[in-house]
């Protein structure tokens, strides 16, 4: 074998399939190796299997030992905002006033590019810590933000969606521009960042409540020249916006507002969906459309319960991302995300139970609602991968597949988790219920000290006991 390769050893959790599909029986969906090798070459998988199966292939191939670790690909965050890293526990209120009062004024420092600059250092160094390999993201009206994100983005050789923000009315004067140099912005940041090296654009109408008309052609404009971009926006995330919308704009729902634009379809993401009816999510279902479910934020914010289990209707399957929504939400760590998405399953489930209203007992959608291990690390590996699209970069360890993987330590974080975990395995996982009980216990009593090692196309980028990140090319 030529010097190019390389090969990871340690315990190995992945995804083929979608857990959903496969009720009481969700362990199908997984793949685990108690002994495994990820065989790398030019960051991407070559190989992927049994340590015994492969090194009699790979015998000479260097190794690098990572025991007691759960090692999976790296998370996926479907809705984050990179300028809002530094208003973090912002005094909540509720979206709208929380919007006026602490992201505009943050989000118009972003024009500055030295500001910006900083911002963007820190945005990636809490993604990396945090395991998470891949975001799709907001930035601001200002192009200084939007080059800044891809600038830090294209050092580490991250997996990343993003676009410059396009908002025209509800934010204060210096936090929106124009359409028509929205367009015009957009058009020179597409044609400079999109598929170049890791970069992905998105179109990004913020919300439509914050798009006149005038912006929401500007955006169908810019998508049907661009047919291969991404939209990326909010959608239904509270009462009030969604009443609101629906009374600027003109029509039945919130999802309208954006089908009369043509934007709905393949790689469109809506953030949040708190509030989307039964109607709504069969259309989003039927446009190949995905919806980015934001649990902390919506509890931190007062938004609402998403409605998990309708989403994930067999007979209408919404395409989903799990999002971290910083900083609505208040901490970058998917394994955070998904203790809080358990939580909002679990309060669904009562309702549909039945135990509050008979009437409204659904036992089918209740079940639907419960976050498995399974479920949830799905969700942040290969089910984001497939919300964008990008499965077949993305996800799990096929071979030909981009490197991104994350190194767990389950005996990490808070006191109890060591006391949590010594009841479930008495030294290493040998099964993948072993490893998937171990996997639920770090979703609900860790958090990003759970994450010892980040790796971004094969390289080494984050190491809890080394401190800070690196940059791409660095081991």
């Known amino acids: 074998m030529g010097n190019s390769l390389s090969a990871i050893r340690g315990i190995f959790f992945d995804f083929i399939d979608d857990p959903w599909k496969h009720v009481g029986e969700e362990e199908k969906s997984a793949r685990f190796y108690a002994d495994g090798l990820l065989v790398l070459e030019e960051g991407k998988v070559k190989a992927f299997g049994s340590f015994a199966e492969l090194s009699l292939q790979f015998g000479d191939v260097p190794v690098t030992h990572i025991p007691d670790r759960i090692i999976m690909p790296g998370f996926i965050d479907g809705h984050i905002h990179l300028p809002q890293t530094r208003i973090l526990g912002s005094f909540g209120q509720q979206l709208l006033p929380w919007l006026l009062k602490w992201v505009f004024p943050e989000e118009k420092k972003y024009s500055d590019p030295e500001y910006a600059k900083e911002g963007s250092r820190q945005f990636f160094e809490n993604l990396l810590q945090s395991g998470t390999t891949t975001c799709q993201a907001f930035t601001t009206h200002d192009p200084v933000s939007t080059e800044a994100f891809f600038e830090e983005a294209t050092k580490r050789n991250m997996r990343v969606v993003s676009g410059l923000t396009g908002i025209d009315r509800f934010a204060p004067e210096g ?19 999109h598929k170049n090296g890791r970069n992905l654009y998105a179109i990004t109408p913020r919300f439509a409540l914050g798009c006149t008309p005038e912006m929401m052609k500007v955006c169908e404009r810019l998508k049907n020249e661009h047919p291969d971009v991404y939209i990326n926006t909010h959608i239904s995330e509270t009462p009030t916006e969604t009443r609101e919308c629906i009374e600027y704009h003109h029509t039945a729902d919130y999802l309208a507002a954006y089908e009369k ?34 649990p902390v934020s919506n509890l931190f914010l007062g938004s609402g319960l998403f409605r998990l289990g309708k989403a994930k209707d067999p007979q209408h399957t919404v395409k ?3 999002g971290s929504d910083v900083g609505g939400g208040n901490r970058f760590s998917m394994i955070n995300v998904l203790d809080e998405a358990y939580k909002t399953g679990m309060c669904n489930t009562t309702i549909l139970e039945g135990r509050v209203d008979p009437r409204s007992q659904d036992l089918s959608e209740a079940e639907r609602n419960k976050l ?51 009841r479930l395995v008495e030294d290493q996982p040998a099964t993948v219920e072993d490893a998937a009980n171990l996997l639920f216990s770090i979703m609900m009593v860790g958090d990003d000290r759970s994450v010892d090692q980040t790796w971004i196309m094969g390289n080494k980028l984050y190491s809890r006991t080394s401190g800070e990140p690196a940059l791409a090319g660095t081991r």
């Open 175 to 193: 936090s929106m521009d124009t359409a028509e140099n929205f367009y015009r912005d957009s058009k020179r940041l597409l044609e400079k960042w």
């Open 261 to 294: 634009y043509n934007l709905v379809g393949p790689r469109f993401t809506g953030g949040h969906g708190v509030w989307l009816s039964d109607e709504e999510f069969r259309r989003l279902a039927s446009s190949g459309a995905a919806i980015s479910f934001c």
């Open 320 to 322: 989903l991302s799990f």
């Open 372 to 422: 498995s291990p399974y479920r949830a690390f799905w969700s942040v590996t290969l089910g984001g991968a497939e919300s964008l699209y990008l499965q077949d970069k993305i996800g799990n360890f096929d071979a030909g597949k981009e490197a991104d993987f994350v190194v767990l330590d389950w005996k990490a974080g808070p006191r109890a988790m060591t006391w949590s975990q010594s």
